[in-house]
């Protein structure tokens, strides 16, 4: 953003809404913001729990029910961190065979990824899928037993926050301007942690049911106490304008 654009920041808001998602808002509000300004910062909303379906994800895409499914799902691109989710699972795949990775999106990196799971001889253990509906997202992280995201943005986008919703374990960056709301709930690597060392994290999780099950028990606390719906969020929105 342009200085002209950032100065326009400095104007004397009635009230200024920003979003909780690990892209440093609370930084931006006190560094641009006109300090009489009211502001607030809010979480986004996550869809309702995925009701009674007939959908079987290890049917859909052909996986073997005895594997555990380790879920990439997003944009196929620099900043969702698609390369590092392959090179940790090059290094998990020397540790184990257990797991399926299933990278669902789409994006400008798709045939690169197909081409790195080629090369280093990944086909076995990577299944990379094009995006599905929006109504069919909840499921497939209801039925995955983990979710990576090395997305470089945020460790609280919209997708990490779907996960939690469902009780999906994930392991994601830490973030010093929102690693304090997720305190022990799920594991937080560091950007400069090895693939080997994340590796090892992933591999004593995928291997031990009762610690994937303690994972997910923290996580339906986390989930009931601080996250809400949309309905939830825009109603907030539409009070705070009045």
Known sequence: ?????????????????????GSEIETFFLKYLHPSVPRD??????????GESDFDLRCEYNID??????????RFSQEKGVFEFLELIKMLSQLTDCFIALMIGYGPLENALKEVVKREKLTNVVKIEGSIEHSKVSKVMSQS???????????????????LRVCLPVITYKDQHTSS???????LVGKDDSAMCISKKVYRLITDDQELNILRKKIERFSNKNLYSWQYRIE???KIIK
């Open 181 to 187: 709301l997720y305190r022990d709930t799920i594991p």
């Open 41 to 50: 910062i809010l979480l986004n909303g996550v869809d309702s729990l995925p």
């Open 236 to 238: 907030k929105e539409v």
């Open 145 to 163: 037993d983990l979710m990576v995201s090395f997305n470089k943005e945020g460790n609280l986008c919209n997708t990490v926050l779907e996960a």
């Open 1 to 21: 953003i342009k200085s002209l654009t950032y100065y326009s920041f400095l104007a004397k808001f009635s009230y200024v809404l920003g979003t909780l998602d």
């Open 65 to 74: 029910r005895k594997k555990k499914i380790i879920l990439f799902i997003g």
